[in-house]
């Protein structure tokens, strides 16, 4: 493997593990589904409710399922916390897109991540070890992806330090025309389902009940991530926690779609860094390599 492919290869891999990471864990909620028809309460309400009850679970089991134009299909499976910056580990499972390929070329299509306050690690194959200085851990400090990733680094370094599980509420708020859809089951559980549709460039000027900080933040994300439109859709249950969300939006990447489902609220979420003998910054990577990344967008093009 020459030493640009491992360069991109890594790149790539940190980007779309900090998106999963995100698709995950930066949006959630709790709503209280109105038992049995006897109350009534207007989407609004009951999501302002959500971001209440939401802020007391800090921790959950979470597995997703999220594609981003040709670029990668994958599937996550792990324990996420958020009450103090982004924590947790996930395993990442390259399904399809051109990630799928560099990673069965790197030697696998699976990997550990590590989530951190200040960094997140990947573990890498054997195969990938051996043409990369011998090491399987890759880190990625957000200081560093922020400055190689430029707009689209910034917002993945303020996702993976800030996220909390109260952003989808927040979209949906955003939305301006957030709708309660109806009663469902979801994985057993009975469940409100509510829907909304964000336009970021209708974003300002929308009476959307956040205060104006939060809209603008909102944009901000929204568009540095390059989103257009967003169609976000929770499922809550009668216990005020989210057991399912999806995501549809438009990117200047190609089309994203996200399914997570969430269980296990309060789970214990133990995450340590590896070993510093078996880990190597990617920064040192692409010195070793020589070269930039200049002209890529996070790894996502080049």
């Known amino acids: 493997m020459k030493n640009t492919t491992v360069r991109r290869t890594g790149l790539s891999i940190a980007v779309a593990a900090a998106l999963t990471g995100v698709a995950a864990c930066g ?15 207007s989407p609004i309400a009951a999501l302002r ?19 981003l134009g040709d670029l990668m299909a994958l599937k996550a499976d792990g324990t996420l916390a958020w009450s103090d910056g982004l924590k947790g580990t996930l395993t990442v499972t390259y399904t399809g897109g051109q990630l799928a390929e560099a990673m069965r070329k790197a030697g696998s ?30 880190k990625y400090s957000y ?35 957030v709708r309660k859809v109806g009663q469902e089951t979801v994985s057993g559980t009975r469940t409100t389902h509510y829907s909304g549709r964000v336009d970021v460039a209708g974003l300002a000027g929308r009476s959307s009940n956040l205060s ?56 214990k979420v133990g995450v340590e860094a590896p070993p510093a003998s078996d880990t190597r910054d990617f920064t040192d990577l692409l ?15 080049s």
């Not at 909102?218 to 999806?246: H, P, Y």
């Not at 010195?287 to 093009?301: E, H, P, Y």
């Open 109 to 138: 299509a699976s990997m550990e991540a590590r989530y951190l306050q200040d960094a997140y690690y990947a573990h890498m194959s054997d195969a990938y070890a051996r043409q990369s200085g011998g090491k399987h851990w890759l």
């Open 212 to 267: 104006a900080a939060q809209l603008d933040a909102l944009k901000k994300q929204l568009s540095q991530a390059g989103v257009t439109t967003d169609t976000v859709d929770i499922w809550i249950d009668d216990e005020n926690l989210l057991v399912k969300k999806t995501e549809k939006a438009a990117t200047a990447n190609g089309a994203m779609t996200n399914t997570t489902y969430y269980s296990d609220y309060g789970v």
């Open 143 to 177: 200081d560093d992806l922020a400055k190689l990733g430029g707009a689209s680094g910034a917002y993945m370094k303020d996702q993976l330090q800030n996220s909390t599980p109260t952003q989808a509420v927040r979209m949906l708020l955003a939305s301006g025309d």
């Open 27 to 41: 949006s959630s909620g709790g709503d209280k589904a109105a038992g049995g028809g006897a109350i009534h309460v």
């Open 287 to 301: 010195k070793s390599g020589g070269g930039t990344v200049a002209g890529t967008t996070g790894g996502i093009s």
């Open 49 to 67: 409710s959500v971001e209440k009850s939401t802020g007391k679970a800090d921790s959950a089991k979470v597995r997703s399922t999220t594609t």
